[in-house]
């Protein structure tokens, strides 16, 4: 129903809600000077959003004729009023008149709908392709096909406009950090899902993971969790890791350039050398050449802490460190000064837990021994490495036979899942 006024054309009000506003039309006057919303012969002057019994809100629409491009721009003027038609007066000292309810808000986005079919005769602007509804899936695409600094940039500014405390963030964080721990958890202990699939499996399928073996998933689970690393190794913070960089010269032939799993990037520079969690520490059997209290180490350990040694050498020399856009690394801003190496490696949870017995005493003994003497390199196991996580996202603290529990109780009662 159109509420109509013969004296002045231009107060004739529109019902949104009861009237199909496919009926209108937007004209400009004969002379092009002005243009006007019609139904039929009859001038509207504006909408009628919501009628209810006291009151009624109004969404006045007038035109004015741009000198650049002679479109008419819409100017929009809100009010409220009662039922004898007088505006209603805000309380207190805001001006605000806000839609209450979704009727309203539903009635004004019909109408902004209406103005935008109009699009050769009336000016939006670039409304239609800066501002627009989507879906939460849809922004979740785009959102992730951003680069890193625009992920930060859009979540700063997200943080701050909805004023989230550091206790919302840090929930917000939760799941997703949780979830980490659930995958660091299955791969210490080889687990597998209720369609029989192992973990390990599973996690290549979802990231689609070609390169084969375990070290290529554990490079890819600590470097999309870089705050397991970032936050953990030693007392400082690692800023960005880099993945396989290069940290020697090749030869004349073009090849055996040494190549570091991780690269720590923050005010000076941290090699980070990945093993598998399987990788054994220790021979499986002492040999006869084994002094008192010692044990042999693997060929395996030997040749990763030689490995690492050797990068640690070789990247004091070389200067062409690049991020993952190809961008060249400054070095004089990321120095790289006897740096600290960082090798992680086995678990020592599974082939030398630390419980009484004479063989995994010895083990224990003469690993930690090996740690504490290694000036050059920190040496650290990956199911350390899980209670050192754990303990970023639980308040809880580890049982200290976390290992020996059944999976599903740990998961249950420990992992809250």
Same mark, same amino acid.
């Given at each position: 129903?159109?509420?109509?006024?013969?004296?002045?054309?231009?107060?004739?009000?529109?019902?949104?809600?009861?009237?199909?506003?496919?009926?209108?039309?937007?004209?400009?006057?004969?002379?092009?000077?002005?243009?006007?919303?019609?139904?039929?012969?009859?001038?509207?002057?504006?909408?009628?959003?919501?009628?209810?019994?006291?009151?009624?809100?109004?969404?006045?629409?007038?035109?004015?004729?741009?000198?650049?491009?002679?479109?008419?721009?819409?100017?929009?003027?809100? +009010? !409220?009023?009662? @039922?004898?038609? $007088?505006?209603?007066?805000?309380?207190?000292?805001?001006?605000?008149? /806000?839609?209450? %309810?979704?009727?309203?808000?539903?009635?004004?986005?019909?109408?902004?709908?209406?103005?935008?079919?109009?699009?050769?005769?009336?000016?939006?602007?670039?409304?239609?392709?800066?501002?627009?509804?989507?879906?939460?899936?849809?922004?979740?695409?785009?959102?992730?096909?951003?680069?890193?600094?625009?992920?930060?940039?859009?979540?700063?500014?997200?943080?701050?406009?909805?004023?989230?405390?550091?206790?919302?963030?840090?929930?917000?964080?939760?799941?997703?950090?949780?979830?980490?721990?659930?995958?660091?958890?299955?791969?210490?202990?080889?687990?597998?899902?209720?369609?029989?699939?192992?973990?390990?499996?599973?996690? +290549? !399928?979802?990231? @689609?993971?070609? $390169?084969?073996?375990?070290?290529?998933?554990?490079?890819?689970?600590? /470097?999309?969790? %870089?705050?397991?690393?970032?936050?953990?190794?030693?007392?400082?913070?690692?800023?960005?890791?880099?993945?396989?960089?290069?940290?020697?010269?090749?030869?004349?032939?073009?090849?055996?350039?040494?190549?570091?799993?991780?690269?720590?990037?923050?005010?000076?520079?941290?090699?980070?050398?990945?093993?598998?969690?399987?990788?054994?520490?220790?021979?499986?059997?002492?040999?006869?050449?084994?002094?008192?209290?010692?044990?042999?180490?693997?060929?395996?350990?030997?040749?990763?802490?030689?490995?690492?040694?050797?990068?640690?050498?070789?990247?004091?020399?070389?200067?062409?460190?690049?991020?993952?856009?190809?961008?060249?690394?400054?070095?004089?801003?990321?120095?790289?000064?006897?740096?600290?190496?960082?090798?992680?490696?086995?678990?020592?949870?599974?082939?030398?837990?630390?419980?009484?017995?004479?063989?995994?005493?010895?083990?224990?003994?003469?690993?930690?021994?090996?740690?504490?003497?290694?000036?050059?390199?920190?040496?650290?196991?990956?199911?350390?490495?899980?209670?050192?996580?754990?303990?970023?996202?639980?308040?809880?603290?580890?049982?200290?036979?976390?290992?020996?529990?059944?999976?599903?109780?740990?998961?249950?009662?420990?992992?809250?899942?």
């Amino acid at each position: 129903m159109i509420e109509s006024n013969s004296n002045n054309p231009f107060s004739n009000l529109f019902d949104i809600e009861t009237q199909n506003i496919e009926s209108l039309i937007i004209k400009e006057t004969y002379n092009k000077e002005n243009c006007f919303i019609y139904e039929g012969d009859m001038i509207i002057g504006g909408f009628i959003i919501v009628q209810k019994k006291k009151v009624k809100t109004i969404l006045k629409v007038s035109f004015y004729k741009s000198k650049i491009d002679k479109k008419y721009i819409p100017r929009l003027e809100f +009010r !409220k009023e009662d @039922a004898n038609g $007088e505006t209603t007066k805000s309380r207190g000292n805001d001006v605000i008149i /806000k839609f209450s %309810d979704s009727d309203e808000a539903r009635a004004f986005w019909k109408v902004i709908h209406f103005l935008q079919g109009f699009k050769d005769l009336v000016d939006l602007g670039d409304f239609h392709s800066r501002y627009q509804a989507i879906s939460f899936d849809s922004y979740l695409v785009d959102f992730k096909s951003k680069v890193q600094a625009e992920k930060v940039k859009e979540l700063t500014a997200l943080s701050e406009s909805t004023k989230l405390s550091n206790h919302e963030i840090k929930e917000l964080l939760l799941p997703h950090r949780r979830n980490a721990v659930h995958w660091f958890y299955a791969f210490l202990k080889n687990l597998h899902n209720k369609e029989g699939i192992k973990a390990f499996d599973s996690y +290549r !399928k979802k990231h @689609a993971i070609t $390169e084969q073996g375990e070290e290529a998933i554990w490079h890819h689970f600590l /470097k999309s969790n %870089d705050w397991i690393i970032g936050l953990n190794i030693d007392i400082k913070f690692i800023r960005d890791l880099l993945s396989k960089q290069k940290v020697g010269y090749e030869d004349s032939k073009g090849v055996g350039s040494p190549e570091v799993d991780l690269l720590g990037i923050s005010y000076f520079t941290t090699l980070i050398e990945l093993k598998t969690s399987k990788t054994k520490i220790f021979k499986e059997k002492k040999t006869t050449k084994s002094r008192a209290n010692t044990w042999d180490f693997s060929e395996e350990f030997i040749e990763a802490y030689s490995q690492t040694l050797a990068q640690r050498s070789e990247i004091t020399e070389y200067k062409d460190i690049k991020d993952e856009n190809g961008s060249i690394i400054d070095t004089k801003k990321n120095r790289i000064l006897d740096p600290k190496a960082v090798l992680i490696i086995g678990n020592r949870n599974e082939e030398f837990p630390h419980i009484r017995n004479s063989e995994f005493d010895m083990k224990s003994d003469c690993f930690e021994r090996m740690r504490r003497d290694s000036r050059n390199i920190e040496i650290v196991t990956f199911d350390e490495l899980f209670e050192r996580a754990f303990h970023i996202v639980f308040t809880d603290k580890l049982p200290r036979d976390w290992y020996q529990l059944e999976s599903d109780n740990f998961k249950l009662n420990v992992l809250k899942l």
